[in-house]
């Protein structure tokens, strides 16, 4: 079940045509979800309700290499991918090797984008455009002290106490 969430860019595609037709809200996010944690549980459950359908789009292992340092990613994406798809929130999961996801978003053209609370609306890739064709754009609040980077340097912490 879950590996029918994970969807070539075509075939989601193709899947957005009829999903649309039949009058469903589509909402898009997109990050790298490297070491999935309470805040991503949290944000994913509420962009979901921003709408029926919630697509989920991870950046490749090379493009979060590039955002976040050579030390990461810490999962593979086919990884990270299976783990975000055993989200019942999560409808479909798909990826992108750019650094940003405007081409995807402008090919996939949802009802709703949503990023987590670091963003300003103004500042979200692709806001610009899904606002554009009469969508909408949504910073989502973080929960307090919940990171992939906090998580990180706990666990360096540890290691470096234990030696």
């Not at 009058?23 to 309470?38: E, M, Q």
Request: aromatic content about 6%.
């Amino acid at each position: 079940m879950i590996n029918k969430k994970i969807v070539s860019l075509n075939s989601l595609t193709q899947k957005m045509i009829h999903l649309k037709k039949e009058g469903k809200k589509i909402v898009f996010t997109n990050g790298c979800f490297d070491l999935l944690h309470i805040g991503h549980v949290h944000y994913l459950n509420a962009a979901k309700k921003k709408g029926h359908i919630l697509i989920v789009a991870l950046n490749s292992d090379s493009s979060v290499k590039r955002l976040k340092g050579p030390t990461r990613p810490i999962n593979t994406l086919k990884d990270r991918m299976t783990v975000i798809s055993a989200l019942e929130c999560v409808d479909f999961v798909t990826s992108f090797s750019d650094d940003t996801p405007l081409k995807l978003i402008e090919k996939l053209k949802p009802t709703v984008l949503v990023k987590g609370g670091d963003w300003k609306p103004s500042q979200i890739v692709g806001a610009k455009e899904v606002l554009g064709w009469g969508g909408k754009v949504f910073s989502l609040p973080f929960v307090k002290g919940k990171s992939t980077t906090r998580t990180l340097n706990k666990i360096n912490s540890a290691n470096n106490t234990d030696s």
